[in-house]
């Protein structure tokens, strides 16, 4: 199979729908016949475990990074799922892949703990988790993302189609 490897790297705070908008490209791409992978920041922590200090969050998202680039360089079409929040980190794995493609998941703070599932950001507000992003650590928005979705303005479908959209204008 002759495909070009790219990194589509989705971005933003907990609860945006980065997680959900990824499986839905994954799986539609397989679906297609394409060579993909996920690679999500939750999913990756359970094998290889860390810390939410900046600097555990940085040396996370560059493990990831690398992940990424090196599947890239095999032609697999990777789909990055990370909360990822400094500005710097990001712009660390673009410079690491040769196919980059920043997706913001632009999603409002109240908006997030709205839909906040596991409870994560009540326990954060509570002090009961310590640097939590959007809550006692901050998050970077990108500067110029390649593609911006508001999900508090469309559903998971339209955020999945704009995403797919996106990939068909590369080629």
Known sequence: MNQDGMVIWLTGLSGAGKTSIAEQVVHFLEDSGKRVQLLDGDLIRGFCPTGFLKEDRINHVKRVGLM??????????????????????????????????????????????????????????????QNFTGVSDPYEAPKQAELEIQTHKINLEQSVSKVLDYIRGLK
Do not use: Q, W
């Open 68 to 129: 990424a680039s090196l599947l890239e360089k095999h032609g697999v079409i990777v789909v990055a799922s990370l909360i990822s929040p400094y500005r710097s980190s990001r712009d660390t794995v673009r410079k690491m892949c040769t196919n980059f493609h920043e997706v913001y998941i632009s999603t409002p703070l109240e908006v997030c703990e709205e839909r906040d599932v596991k409870g994560l950001y009540k326990k954060a507000r509570n002090n009961e988790i």
